[in-house]
């Protein structure tokens, strides 16, 4: 008697439908997944906000004023107050935290206090790590993400307030 066995093994249509039922799948978790990635960074950011809010204000209670401003560095004084690895680096890959203690362009009698993030290294604005929130799409070599602790805050003193940025703590 002759014992006819089929082949082990998929056929063409059976791989084909297989993929195509990925490629959906994919289309729906890989936005999802961007998504989550971008609420996580944000909430990481908004913790350490307040973490080096902290900071500032028990550096602000043992020395009678805020720290001085600095270019992308810890204030000096300041590394006493912050956790382990709290600064530079930010939430967003690729950024670092900024101290801001300037002088008010609108009105020099007033000080704008802010935690920063930039996205680009200084000198190089081609090397941009932005979010990728909505909020963000506008963003540029001056834009900013900032904790407003007193002022007239905005992304950055060599624009106007209105330029491109995103104040999480602002109403």
């Known amino acids: 008697m002759i014992s006819y066995r089929k082949k082990a093994g998929f056929t063409i249509i059976e791989l084909l439908i297989t ?7 994919a289309n729906y978790i890989i936005p999802t997944a961007v998504d989550v990635k971008a609420a996580a960074h944000y909430a990481k950011a908004l913790a350490e ?15 009678g004023d805020y720290p001085a401003d600095t270019n992308r560095d810890i204030p000096p004084g300041l590394e006493a107050y912050l956790g382990p690895g709290i600064w530079p680096d930010a939430a967003w ?10 002088e008010d362009p609108d009105d020099p009698t007033k000080r704008i206090l802010q935690i920063s993030v930039r996205f680009c290294p200084i000198g190089e604005p081609d090397e941009c790590k932005f979010p990728t929130n909505d909020w ?3 963003f ?27 104040c999480v703590n602002c109403d």
């Open 19 to 25: 993929v195509s039922i990925i490629a959906i799948l």
């Open 49 to 63: 906000f307040g973490g080096i809010r902290q900071s500032i204000e028990h550096y602000k209670t043992d020395f």
């Open 136 to 138: 963000a799409e506008d």
């Open 93 to 102: 890959p690729g950024s670092v935290f900024d101290w801001d203690n300037w």
């Open 140 to 166: 540029d070599i001056n834009s900013s993400v900032y904790y407003c602790i007193k002022g007239a805050c905005r992304p950055h003193i060599n624009r106007p307030i209105d330029h491109p940025g995103h």
